[in-house]
């Protein structure tokens, strides 16, 4: 059974940091590629970023390049999302997800097979 689990959301003034973490289980982690997605209430699931299987490849959503990075630590079946100079706009739940490598690249997310159950992050202005 594939299992993400997300953690690391919580309250932050805006500003400040946090940092998401997704453990997979129950996939071969190597072969999928990752995506981070959020959705705010009243608002559909959008896309934050991406990450190859190998990690030497990332994509952005415009909106949050430079202040966001993905990366992975396949040792540990975890993908990681560093979330700086966070805005009052930025509040969702946040969800990570898993694409098969052969559709690395796609910022939709009726593309991606398997997600998590979500962790709420919330920006105080």
């Known amino acids: 059974q594939v299992q993400l689990v997300e953690s690391g959301g919580g309250l932050v003034q805006a500003g400040g940091s946090l940092r998401l973490s997704c453990a997979a289980s129950g996939l071969p982690f190597s072969s999928y590629a990752m995506g981070w997605f959020r959705q705010a209430p009243g608002k559909e699931r959008e896309f934050v970023a991406a990450i190859s299987w190998s990690g030497r490849s990332t994509n952005y959503a415009g909106s949050e390049e430079g202040r966001f990075t993905i990366s992975r630590d396949n040792a540990k079946n975890t993908v990681y999302l560093q979330m700086n100079s966070l805005k009052p706009e930025n509040t969702a739940v946040y969800y990570c997800?898993?694409?098969?490598?052969?559709?690395?690249?796609?910022?939709?997310?009726?593309?991606?097979?398997?997600w998590g159950q979500g962790t709420q992050v919330t920006v105080s202005s």
């Open positions: 997800a898993a694409i098969l490598t052969t559709r690395w690249g796609s910022s939709r997310a009726d593309d991606y097979d398997y």
